[in-house]
C-alpha cells in the first residue's frame, strides 16, 4: 500500500481524494505543516508516501505519472510530490526545510503571545524545490503532462478556470496517445500503433501485466519459428502471419507499461533480451526449414545473427560514448552543446525538418518494425535463401549508412569524454584475463608516451581483420591459435588506455565482428556434420552476455561482475578456444562437439549469472523510450 498525504483540509467535493485511492493511495488528511511532519513519520519506512496539496486541480493521470512511476526515487507535478522508500530520509529533511516555521501573534484577551499553527498551503511544492537543492537527495522527476492539466488555484476564479481547463481535455485520448513512443519507426507508427494501443488499454482493463504480454509475444514467435521449421509453403505462410501477430504484442507490451505505468525489474530485463531471443529462434527455425527443403542455409542465418548483433553493438557503443565535457557540463547526454560545428549534426537537423526525409532516414536503417515486416513478407511468399539473402543485404547497407554517419560525426566533436562514457566504453569491450595482461604491461611500459587519437581502432581492426583472414585462409592446424594469440596481444594493446579517443567507440563491434565472423568462417570451413547450427548456438550464448552487458549498463549498474567476464574468458580468450578446438578436431565430430559445449557451459554460466541479477532488488526497473532498436 502507498499512503498520500494531503498537506491540509480537503476542499469540499473535490474528487481529489477518490482519485488518489483510485491509484492505490490510502489517503490521510494532516492539519498543518506538524501535522504532515507526524504523518510522514507514521507512514511504514518501506511505503512508497505522496505530498499531495489539498487544492489541487488537474487530471488523475497527471497525478498517476507523478506519483506511480516505479522508475523514479522522485518525481513531482505542480501540487503533488512523491518518493520511493529510498528518498524517504531526503523527503523529511526537505519537509523540515520547507514548512513555514510556527508564528507567534497576539492573544484574543490582548496581553500573552499564542502560536499559531503554520501554514501548510504550497508544502509539496515547496518540499520539491528543496529536494532539488539537497545534494544528497536524489534527482527530482518532472514528467512531461502535454495537454494535461495539473494546477494548484488560489482563489475560486483560478479553480473554476482549471476546472474547464481539466473538462476541456479528453484524459483517455491523451492517455492512449502518451502509451506510444514519439520516436517508432515508419511500420510501427502507420501500421500497428494505431491498433495496439487499444490492445494495450484492453489487456489493461483485465489486470494483465506487462510481463504477461511480452511472455505472449515470446511464445508467439517460437511458435512462428516452428511453423518455419516445418518447411512447407503452408507453415512458412503461417510463419509469416504469426511473426506480425508477435511483433503487434511486442509492441502492446511496452505500451501497456506507458498506459498503467507498470514498470518492473523483471520488465526490463525480459524487454531488453526477448526481441532478440525471438528473432535469433525464428532465424533457426528458418534454417531447419530449409534444411527440410534440402537447402543448407545455416551460414546465411548464422550471418543474419552476426550482422544485427554487430549493428546493435555500434549503436550501443557509439550512444554510451557520446557523451563529453564542455564548460563543465555536457555536449550530449542532456541537451547539445551550444555553438557545435558537428556538419554531420547540422545537416541532419535540416533533414529532420523536411517531414518526409525523417520517415525515409528512420526506414533506411531497417529498425526492428520495418526488418519484421520484411521478414514475414518474404518468407510467406519466397524462400529461406531468398530471406536471408535479402535480409543481409539490408542490414549491411544500413550498418554502412549509420557507422559512416556516426564516424563523421565523431570525427568533428571537440571536448572530453565523460568518465561515465569511458567507463561503459571499457566495459562494453569484454576483455579476458589474455588481453587485460597485455593491456596492464603496455600501460606500464608506455605510461609517459603521448597517445594516438585513432591508435585504439587501429590496432582492434588490425588484430581483428588478421584472424579473420586467418580463419578464412590458414591451413587448419597450429596457425590458427597462433593467430588468435596475436589477435590477443593486439586486443590488449588497443585497451591499453582509457578509451578516450575519437574513434574508440569502434574497439568493442570491432572485437564482437572478429569473435562471431571467426566463429562462422571456421564452422562453415569445418567438415564435421552440426558445426554450423553448434557455431549459431555458441554465439547466440555469447550475444546474450553482451546484450545483458549492454541493458546493464543503460540501467546504470554497470556490466556484469568481472569475475564472470574472467570465467567465460574475454572475447580474446574464447577466440584462442574456438581457433585450438578447430586445429584439434578438425575431422570428425570432435569440434562440432566443442562448439556444442562451450555453447551450453557459456549459456549456463551467463543466464544464471543474469537471472540472478535481473530479479534481484538492485536491477533497474528501465525501459527503452527513445525510439526502436535497429
Not at 355 to 362: D, E, P
Not at 432 to 456: D, I, K, N, Q, Y
Request: glycine share 10%; charged share 20%.
Amino acid at each position: 500500500m502507498s499512503t498520500a498525504i494531503l498537506t491540509g483540509p480537503p476542499v469540499a467535493g473535490a474528487p481529489l481524494e477518490g482519485g488518489l485511492r483510485s491509484l492505490g493511495f490510502d489517503v490521510r488528511v494532516a492539519e498543518d505543516a506538524a501535522g504532515v511532519e507526524a504523518a510522514l513519520a507514521a507512514v511504514p519506512a518501506g511505503e512508497r508516501v505522496a505530498l499531495v496539496d489539498p487544492r489541487f486541480v488537474g487530471h488523475t493521470h497527471s497525478l498517476r505519472l507523478a506519483l506511480t512511476d516505479p522508475r523514479f526515487p522522485a518525481a513531482a507535478i505542480p501540487g503533488a510530490l512523491a518518493v520511493r522508500p529510498a528518498a524517504r530520509a531526503a523527503l523529511a529533511r526537505a519537509v523540515s526545510a520547507a514548512a513555514p516555521s510556527a508564528r507567534t501573534a497576539p492573544s484574543a484577551a490582548g496581553g500573552a503571545a499564542r502560536t499559531a499553527a503554520p501554514e501548510p498551503a504550497g508544502l509539496p511544492d515547496r518540499a520539491a524545490a528543496a529536494l532539488e537543492e539537497d545534494d544528497r537527495a536524489p534527482a527530482v522527476h518532472r514528467p512531461e503532462l502535454g495537454a494535461l492539466v495539473a494546477a494548484v488555484p488560489a482563489d475560486g476564479a483560478e479553480r473554476a478556470e482549471a476546472e474547464r481547463a481539466v473538462a476541456a481535455v479528453d484524459e483517455e485520448r491523451v492517455r492512449l496517445r502518451s502509451a506510444v513512443k514519439s520516436r517508432d519507426g515508419f511500420f510501427t507508427t502507420f501500421f500497428v500503433s494505431p491498433y495496439s494501443r487499444y490492445l494495450a488499454r484492453w489487456c489493461a482493463r483485465r489486470g494483465l501485466t506487462p510481463n504477461q504480454v511480452t511472455t505472449a509475444s515470446l511464445l508467439t514467435a517460437l511458435v512462428a519459428a516452428a511453423c518455419a521449421a516445418t518447411g512447407t509453403r503452408g507453415g512458412f505462410v503461417a510463419a509469416g502471419v504469426l511473426l506480425i501477430a508477435s511483433f503487434v504484442l511486442d509492441c502492446a507490451d511496452g505500451q501497456l507499461a506507458r498506459y498503467a505505468l507498470k514498470y518492473s525489474t523483471l520488465g526490463a530485463w525480459l524487454d531488453a533480451t526477448f526481441d532478440r531471443a525471438k528473432e535469433y529462434a525464428y532465424y533457426a527455425g528458418l534454417a531447419l526449414g530449409a534444411a527440410r527443403g534440402g537447402d543448407d542455409v545455416w551460414a546465411l542465418a548464422l550471418g543474419a545473427m552476426v550482422l544485427q548483433t554487430c549493428r546493435h553493438v555500434v549503436d550501443f557503443s557509439f550512444n554510451e560514448a557520446d557523451h563529453y565535457r564542455r564548460d563543465g557540463g555536457l555536449e550530449r547526454g542532456g541537451e547539445p552543446a551550444t555553438g557545435s560545428t558537428d556538419p554531420a549534426a547540422a545537416l541532419s537537423g535540416r533533414l529532420d525538418r523536411a517531414g518526409w526525409t525523417v520517415w525515409a532516414r528512420r526506414m533506411i536503417v531497417l529498425p526492428i518494425g520495418e526488418r519484421w515486416a520484411l521478414i514475414a513478407v518474404l518468407t510467406a511468399l519466397t524462400t529461406p535463401r531468398t530471406t536471408f539473402t535479402v535480409l543481409l543485404t539490408g542490414c549491411a547497407l544500413a550498418a554502412c549508412y549509420t557507422t559512416a554517419g556516426r564516424v563523421l560525426r565523431s570525427l568533428s566533436r571537440r571536448g572530453v569524454r565523460t568518465d561515465r562514457a569511458v567507463r561503459a566504453l571499457a566495459e562494453l569491450a569484454d576483455s579476458g584475463p589474455l588481453a587485460e595482461g597485455v593491456a596492464r604491461a603496455a600501460a606500464s611500459r608506455t605510461r609517459a608516451a603521448r597517445p594516438s587519437a585513432f591508435a585504439a581502432p587501429a590496432l582492434a581492426l588490425l588484430g581483428s581483420a588478421a584472424l579473420v583472414a586467418a580463419a578464412l585462409w590458414a591451413p587448419v592446424g597450429p596457425w590458427l591459435p597462433a593467430a588468435a594469440l596475436g589477435y590477443a596481444v593486439l586486443s590488449g594493446l588497443a585497451v591499453a588506455r582509457p578509451p578516450a579517443g575519437a574513434l574508440d567507440w569502434l574497439v568493442p563491434p570491432l572485437f564482437r565482428a572478429a569473435e562471431y565472423t571467426t566463429v562462422l568462417v571456421l564452422a562453415a570451413r569445418s567438415d564435421a556434420a552440426g558445426a554450423l547450427p553448434a557455431a549459431f548456438g555458441l554465439v547466440a550464448a555469447v550475444a546474450y552476455h553482451h546484450y545483458d552487458t549492454v541493458y546493464r549498463i543503460r540501467g546504470g549498474t554497470g556490466a556484469p561482475p568481472h569475475r564472470l567476464v574472467r570465467a567465460i574468458g574475454g572475447h580474446e580468450g574464447r577466440a584462442v578456444a574456438v581457433t585450438a578446438a578447430a586445429a584439434l578436431w578438425a575431422a570428425g565430430q570432435g569440434f562440432t562437439i566443442a562448439l556444442t559445449a562451450l555453447a551450453g557451459a557459456l549459456a549456463l554460466t551467463v543466464l544464471t549469472e543474469s537471472v540472478r541479477f535481473w530479479v534481484s532488488s538492485h536491477a533497474p526497473a528501465v525501459h527503452d523510450e527513445t525510439g526502436e532498436p535497429a
